[in-house]
């Protein structure tokens, strides 16, 4: 369905009319995804984990089974591990590999959100939707984060997409992929893959008051057969690899117990997302107001309320979660952004100067971050994470003072009357720049860089390494060798942190120290 508000205010039909246009908007938006990919340390514990199981994985030869440091590790099925594994191949063991499914992800979900915008609401809206979904700061965090989140959430994308085209046409076609989508899905992160899709498109079901197409989609056989044969193959290798302790570990701890309780105290009151998803929607959170403030109209229409059914129960679902952690809400914020997209198509004055001037204040907030972080590093109760901060070296200033006058300008352009949706986007790849390209690197220094300094050293030495108190899983991936956490050995390398080495322990020396980072060697070993 097209949408008057957009008629005449994005130039021409230069998406829809020339293949030129249509590739470069789409490497356009691979550019806030790939830049300074490679730059930045791997962040521990998530990243670390993930980097080391694919890195065993590789090493075993069991691409069916996934360790961490030797132990079995069930916290996520398979699947982003074959494809950081494929890339490792590719690429070599390095930051670039292991994250690039995760930004590849993310570009080919804002590619599919953008090309389901333009079928309905014509090409401004989808540029503006591609636009908000490569740059908002969720997305770009996990587009640059080597876990399975960017994954899970592409798939997640296409079968609710697919699924409201089966609403729409009844075909069969997209219907089966919504269920190979949910297949995958179950590769990669678990039940919430059917969970998601499922919840959304039985409330719609329920709201529209139509329990037979409902039904109709659930008795499809084909479906069935695709997503059980993707799925299940790797589930029943695993179940009869490690029978009761896959059930126990990945079933029960990292999925039941996840939403019951309370997993390695990520808690948070039920108002939790209420404060994180504005945040997650920068530099695009005036969009996102606007789609609320519109929400009662918004739900007569049947797409719409489709969308809204979808993000409202992940923020619903996740709200009444023991576990909370921030990523949990973007299964949500997917639907949303083509609401946002379809208002930003169509702002007026009002939401546009909201828009820039906000995105303008969390720039400001970006570019302050490091000075105000390295300030306030007296107030962290963890001693560790004190020093890590606290004695960090101030950033370059020369590219935060470059944005903000770039950011300056986009803002006081005095053609008010034209341009709105151009010069938002230039403002939110500045403020993606800005973040990839600067603040990244610098709290990946600042938080895990003596981690790769220190892996470093140790392989310098060589020998058998542990984690002594403490679990930096990326230390192992730099390392290219497993490192239990448990007590040294006399003749073990030790890593541990500063305010943990025992008083009486002075027959190891210190061959590297950093800022409460601390790689001691065997006892008796030279200095």
Known sequence: MSDSRFAGVWPGNALARHTAARIAFALALALPLLWRLGGVPLFDVDEGAFSEATREMLASGDWGHTTLNGAPRFDKPIGVYWLQAASVRAFGLNEFALRLPSALSIWAMALALAAFAARRWGERAAVAVGVIAATSVGFQAIGHGATADALLNLLLVLAGLDLWRYLETGGKTPLRLAYAWVGLGLLVKGPIAVLVPGAAFVLWSAFSRDWRVLARAARDPVGWLLLLGIAVPWYAYALHR????FVD??????????????????????????????????????ALVAVIARARALWREPLARY?????????????????????????????????????????????????????????????????????????????????????????????????????????????????????????????????????LPWCGDVVQGPVQRAAAVARIHGGAAVQWQLHLPSFAVYLQREVPVRAPADTEMALVRADRVPANDDGRPRWFEERGLLLLGPKGASR
């Open 307 to 439: 969308l809204l059914l979808w993000g409202s129960f992940v923020f619903v679902f996740f709200s009444l979660s023991g576990t909370k952690l921030p990523h949990y809400v973007l299964y949500g914020y997917a639907p949303l952004v083509l609401l946002m997209g379809r208002e930003v198509a169509a702002m007026g004055p009002r939401l546009a100067r909201a828009t820039l001037w906000l995105a303008a204040v969390w720039l400001l907030a970006l570019a302050s971050a490091p000075w105000v972080l390295v300030r306030a590093a007296g107030t962290v109760s963890n001693p560790f994470y004190r020093a890590l901060i606290g004695d960090a070296a101030p950033p370059d200033i020369a590219a935060p003072l470059l944005a903000l006058a770039a950011a300056l300008v986009v803002v006081l352009w005095p053609r008010r009357d034209a341009g709105l949706l151009p010069r938002s986007a230039a403002l939110a790849g500045i403020v993606a720049w800005l973040l990839a390209g600067w603040l």
């Open 249 to 286: 570990g990945f079933i029960m701890r990292h999925n039941v117990e996840r939403f019951t309780g309370t997993l390695q105290g990520h808690g948070g009151t039920p108002l939790y997302y209420l404060v994180v998803t504005p945040v997650l929607a920068m530099p695009w959170a005036a």
């Open 242 to 245: 490690d029978g009761m302790a």
